[in-house]
């Protein structure tokens, strides 16, 4: 071989080479092998078919931080990147800026778009809270709004920090790398769900475990995991609750009774007190006749007053067994809300009512003794319109009848 055909084939390969760095472009995926690794910030990477080198910063070789490039890549690997610069002019012996991260955050978007338009929803984790919301790891940089993490206002949001949360994807431009994501959603979605398996399921007569969601003047609405039933007021204790604030606590786990679902109206109505110990249970065990009682006056009628012994249990203090002296009206001695002792004259269990009497307590005036009712009396004046009232002469006076 000559000197001529030497010449011409390093000329050949010269020209093949140059023209091959033509095929290199912004944009285009190339293999690069890890050639060295230069001062610990940044890989030199020969482009493979090339014969021209690259170089890849340690910010563009992964999405998350690296405290040591040489965690990332060693000498000898082969790694799949991305043309995004040229660096210098001068084509023999150019380099290009190349990245790994850019490559993967391609694909990324690539499969994130593909779940936007299948409906499909994806996990990442929570990396950092900022003003307004979330900031996730989802291969990209995505974002949470404040107002799209929960159905319901959320004050803190640092207790999202290191979570990985299911998300709706909202918005999505990867030219922008704007990725904009949705929990609520995804809780709302759930929340329906669960929602329409309890109103399938739950019946009356079941006792379940809920929590107090809200609290009003008339109720509480107790949370059953995915929908709210009503508490009435009148169906939280068999005590008397004037507002449900003062006995609940919003976030408070009760037991509840089902009364009622109506599924059409998505209602559940709900009783605390149901599956509390009945009230008059062994009433008569806890107040024989004879015993002696401390109670409240809970109401003032005109035929006397009733008071409450045990919560939920009240008994009735007719006006002759006030005191030993002679009133217009049980208001003239008693008041609501006074405690008062009371003697226990009649139990009946099974109607619920107590005959008590306050006189039998007191001393009589003068050392008088009290004189036998000799006229008869008409005992339907002591009927009332509701179960408060129905007691016979004999529950109202009791033993002070005999004789």
Same mark, same amino acid.
């Given at each position: 071989?000559?000197?001529?055909?030497?010449?011409?084939?390093?000329?050949?390969?010269?020209?093949?080479?140059?023209?091959?760095?033509?095929?290199?472009?912004?944009?285009?995926? /190339?293999? +690069?092998?890890?050639?060295?690794? =230069?001062?610990?910030?940044?890989?030199?990477?020969?482009?493979? +078919?090339?014969g021209v080198e690259g170089v890849v910063p340690m910010k563009e070789l992964s999405?998350?931080?690296?405290?040591?490039?040489?965690?990332?890549?060693?000498? +000898?690997?082969?790694?799949?990147?991305?043309?995004?610069?040229?660096?210098?002019? =001068?084509?023999?012996?150019?380099?290009?800026?190349?990245?790994?991260?850019?490559?993967?955050?391609?694909? /990324?978007?690539?499969?994130?778009?593909?779940?936007?338009?299948?409906?499909?929803?994806?996990?990442?984790?929570?990396?950092?809270?900022?003003?307004? @919301?979330?900031?996730?790891?989802?291969?990209?940089? @995505? #974002?949470?709004?404040?107002?799209?993490?929960?159905?319901?206002?959320?004050?803190?949001?640092?207790?999202?920090?290191?979570?990985?949360?299911?998300?709706?994807?909202?918005?999505?431009?990867?030219?922008?790398?704007?990725?904009? !994501?949705?929990?609520?959603?995804?809780?709302?979605?759930?929340?329906?769900?669960? &929602?329409?398996?309890?109103?399938? %399921?739950?019946?009356?007569g079941d006792v379940v475990e809920g929590t107090v969601a809200r609290l009003t003047?008339?109720?509480?609405?107790?949370?059953?995991?995915?929908?709210? +039933?009503?508490?009435?007021?009148?169906?939280?204790?068999?005590?008397?609750?004037?507002?449900? $604030?003062? *006995?609940?606590?919003?976030?408070?786990?009760?037991?509840?009774?089902?009364?009622? /679902?109506?599924?059409?109206?998505?209602?559940? $109505?709900?009783?605390?007190?149901?599956?509390?110990?009945?009230?008059?249970?062994?009433?008569?065990? &806890?107040?024989?006749?004879?015993?002696?009682?401390?109670?409240? *006056?809970?109401?003032?009628?005109? #035929?006397?007053?009733?008071?409450?012994?045990?919560?939920?249990?009240?008994?009735?203090?007719?006006? $002759?067994?006030?005191?030993?002296?002679?009133?217009? %009206?049980?208001?003239?001695?008693?008041?609501?809300?006074?405690?008062?002792?009371?003697?226990? !004259?009649?139990?009946?269990?099974?109607?619920?009512? !107590?005959?008590?009497?306050?006189?039998?307590?007191?001393?009589?005036?003068? @050392?008088?003794?009290?004189?036998?009712?000799? %006229?008869?009396?008409?005992?339907?004046?002591?009927? $009332?319109?509701?179960?408060?009232?129905?007691? %016979?002469?004999?529950?109202?006076? @009791?033993?002070?009848?005999?004789?």
């Amino acid at each position: 071989m000559n000197e001529d055909n030497i010449t011409n084939e390093n000329q050949n390969a010269m020209e093949d080479a140059l023209n091959s760095v033509h095929d290199v472009k912004v944009g285009d995926i /190339v293999k +690069g092998e890890v050639l060295a690794i =230069d001062d610990d910030k940044q890989l030199i990477v020969g482009i493979q +078919g090339t014969g021209v080198e690259g170089v890849v910063p340690m910010k563009e070789l992964s999405s998350q931080h690296i405290d040591d490039i040489n965690d990332a890549a060693k000498i +000898g690997d082969v790694l799949d990147l991305v043309v995004i610069s040229t660096i210098g002019k =001068d084509k023999e012996n150019g380099s290009y800026l190349l990245s790994k991260r850019r490559l993967e955050a391609r694909k /990324v978007w690539t499969e994130i778009q593909e779940k936007f338009e299948a409906g499909e929803s994806i996990d990442a984790p929570v990396t950092e809270v900022v003003k307004g @919301g979330l900031v996730v790891d989802a291969g990209v940089r @995505g #974002f949470i709004p404040a107002s799209m993490i929960e159905d319901h206002f959320v004050d803190d949001l640092s207790q999202y920090k290191g979570q990985t949360l299911k998300l709706k994807i909202i918005e999505i431009e990867p030219s922008e790398n704007r990725l904009i !994501l949705s929990h609520r959603a995804i809780a709302e979605a759930e929340k329906a769900e669960q &929602k329409e398996k309890i109103l399938a %399921t739950l019946k009356a007569g079941d006792v379940v475990e809920g929590t107090v969601a809200r609290l009003t003047n008339f109720g509480a609405f107790v949370d059953l995991g995915g929908i709210d +039933g009503l508490v009435h007021v009148s169906e939280i204790s068999y005590d008397r609750v004037d507002k449900p $604030s003062d *006995v609940l606590k919003v976030g408070e786990t009760v037991k509840v009774a089902v009364l009622s /679902v109506d599924t059409d109206k998505e209602r559940i $109505s709900l009783s605390i007190k149901a599956t509390l110990p009945e009230p008059w249970t062994d009433i008569e065990d &806890k107040a024989p006749v004879g015993s002696v009682l401390e109670g409240t *006056v809970k109401r003032l009628t005109t #035929f006397g007053a009733f008071v409450e012994v045990f919560p939920g249990v009240e008994g009735l203090v007719h006006i $002759s067994q006030i005191s030993h002296e002679h009133i217009a %009206t049980p208001n003239d001695v008693l008041s609501e809300g006074e405690t008062v002792k009371v003697k226990v !004259l009649d139990v009946k269990p099974d109607a619920h009512r !107590l005959a008590l009497s306050i006189k039998a307590l007191a001393p009589k005036p003068n @050392g008088e003794t009290e004189k036998p009712v000799a %006229t008869p009396v008409d005992t339907s004046k002591y009927q $009332s319109d509701d179960d408060e009232g129905g007691f %016979t002469l004999g529950d109202i006076i @009791g033993k002070d009848l005999k004789g």
